[in-house]
């Protein structure tokens, strides 16, 4: 461990790359301070309050930019969405899918697809915000002339949108720019830069509600505990984040026993599943917040909170369910055993005791099917630990949002923190091996 840490610090190339991605965070951290002009942030205060889960969410990736209502707003979240949008477009557009085909030419049109779209998909998701918030009373800023803002409310509402707008292209923008000169991984760096910085209110939070205010022994042993359940969900996101399941590949034209093999990784679908669940469930909440239906125990707002709330028992159970088909459904699109089969062919390669062909698409599907059982059952679990700890340690709304023992926001920091370090360490060696060259 110490020799790797010595051949990072001793490579003057990654740490380079280290320093520009570390003054990009830095600058990205700025910008979620400074609040979009004429904007009043006092609105989103009283929305947030009342609003469903999935502004929750985005407020976590943005890093609490939302809240504050700043430039950062909706982040790089809008370019998540059409990268995941575009994905599931090239399996009905075929002229998508032939992109995806052309190697680096349909990488680069697939790419400048996805920015157009997420620019676009930015403006419409900060503008339908702003008129959102705008229901409950005015958005704008008191000292603004009643006037003014009776005859151009709706110019300031669009001004205000492409401000935002202007932040994710910036945001993106940074991103790329994490990728081609940084470590790597820009969007998902910026994720985990937004989810990092709730970590210190989690920690006062806890202080706060077992120290602070504690009345007695109890509470620094309910503090010690949850501690404890935190680094231990820590400890096993991380070891089933690297669990992989090798198959083993023999070539004809090669003789002797062959060490390669194609890893499949027991959680291929990631925190999409997760996410795409979370929005599903927490879209109709959010309508009811823009509508101003804070009062869920009457009418239509407590039928869809008791159906689409996963912490009412039918909302629990259909969000295990979107869990469990978005956990196939992504694993089986991003590992396409038709293809693996197809590439073993060209290259005259074989996985031992299976025949080429057909029967080898069927052992890998097969395979995929009953890793993706286990990956799916780790996810379901992660992602309803956090409802039953709030609920057995009778955190408050508040405490909840702020205390998450599980979750998406632990599995993107732990995946994206071992891609991060494997790039950098192979980055490294690669500079370290090209001086034999020289």
Request: charged share 10%; hydrophobic share 50%.
């Amino acid at each position: 461990m110490w020799l790797r840490i010595k051949r990072v610090l001793s490579n003057k190339a990654v740490m380079k790359k280290i320093a520009i991605t570390l003054l990009i965070l830095v600058v990205v951290r700025i910008a979620a301070h400074i609040t979009v002009p004429l904007f009043n942030t006092e609105a989103i205060v009283q929305f947030m309050q009342t609003s469903g889960s999935f502004v929750a969410i985005l407020n976590n990736f943005s890093g609490q930019a939302l809240q504050r209502f700043s430039i950062m707003a909706l982040g790089i979240t809008p370019y998540i969405t059409a990268s995941i949008a575009v994905q599931l477009l090239q399996m009905v557009i075929p002229t998508l899918k032939e992109w995806n085909e052309q190697g680096e030419t349909g990488k680069f049109k697939t790419n400048q697809l996805t920015r157009y779209l997420a620019i676009a998909l930015a403006f419409i998701q900060g503008l339908a915000l702003i008129l959102g918030i705008s229901v409950n009373g005015s958005v704008l800023i008191p000292s603004l002339e009643a006037a003014d803002v009776e005859a151009y409310r709706y110019f300031f509402y669009i001004y205000m949108a492409l401000v935002i707008t202007g932040g994710s292209a910036l945001a993106i923008w940074l991103g790329d720019l994490i990728t081609k000169k940084g470590v790597g991984n820009g969007t998902s760096m910026l994720i985990v830069a937004g989810i990092v910085t709730s970590l210190p209110t989690m920690m006062t939070t806890l202080w706060s509600k077992y120290i602070t205010n504690g009345t007695g022994g109890w509470d620094i042993v309910y503090f010690l505990i949850i501690l404890a359940l935190y680094f231990g969900i820590l400890f096993g996101v991380v070891y089933m984040q690297i669990a992989v399941r090798k198959i083993p590949i023999q070539y004809a034209n090669r003789q002797g026993k062959s060490d390669s093999n194609i890893p499949m990784k027991l959680n291929s679908g990631g925190v999409i599943p997760v996410i795409f669940a979370q929005t599903i469930l927490s879209i109709p909440l959010s309508i009811v917040g823009f509508a101003a239906a804070s009062n869920t125990s009457s009418g239509l707002a407590a039928w869809l909170n008791s159906i689409f709330s996963y912490q009412q028992p039918i909302g629990f159970i259909l969000y295990v369910l979107l869990i469990v088909v978005f956990s196939f459904f992504y694993s089986f699109l991003t590992i396409n055993p038709e293809k693996i089969s197809h590439n073993l062919s060209k290259s005259n390669a074989y996985v031992p005791g299976i025949r080429p062909g057909q029967d080898t698409q069927d052992y890998i599907a097969k395979l995929l099917f009953k890793i993706t059982v286990i990956g799916t059952l780790y996810l379901v679990v992660l992602a309803v630990i956090p409802i039953f700890t709030s609920i057995i340690f009778g955190f408050t709304g508040t405490e909840a949002s702020a205390i998450r023992l599980g979750g998406t926001s632990l599995l993107i920091i732990v995946g994206v923190a071992i891609q991060t370090t494997q790039q950098v360490e192979t980055d490294a060696s690669q500079t370290e091996y090209s001086g034999i060259f020289k």
